[in-house]
Nanobody, 115 residues
Framework: QVQLVESGGGLVQAGGSLRLSCAAA????????MGWYRQAPGKQRELVSS???????NYADAEKGRVTISRDKAKNTVYLQMNSLKPEDTAVYYC?????????WGQGTQVTVSS
């Protein structure tokens, strides 16, 4: 079991920035992949970005250049820096941890971007 706690969501104006945090209750180096997903109302959950235990990063094509995933191994925390936010970025953002064949989810954090 991997417990994840997200924070950092909120209301921001278009063009603004937010940094989301995902704190894991265990070493993130023991987790194969950590990722950020989002789900907008009426839409499927989609990948925003991910980072492997080796530090390799992956970004959804639509997010490249606007978001950056990073981690603090000492704090067992993964971050998602989001810039130039748009109203269409409004969604619940979830942190996920892939360990072996299991995926664990955080409770999500709401991001609302006003126009």
């Amino acid at each position: 079991q991997v417990q994840l706690v997200e924070s950092g969501g909120g209301l921001v104006q278009a063009g603004g920035s937010l940094r989301l945090s995902c704190a894991a209750a265990r070493s993130i180096l023991a987790i194969d992949v950590m990722g950020w997903y989002r789900q907008a109302p009426g839409k499927q959950r989609e990948l925003v970005s991910s980072i492997t235990s080796a530090g390799s990063t992956n970004y959804a094509d639509a997010e490249k250049g606007r978001v950056t995933i990073s981690r603090d191994k000492a704090k067992n925390t993964v971050y998602l820096q989001m810039n130039s936010l748009k109203p269409e970025d409004t969604a619940v953002y979830y942190c996920a941890a892939d360990k072996v064949l299991n995926r664990y989810w955080g409770q999500g954090t709401q991001v609302t971007v006003s126009s």
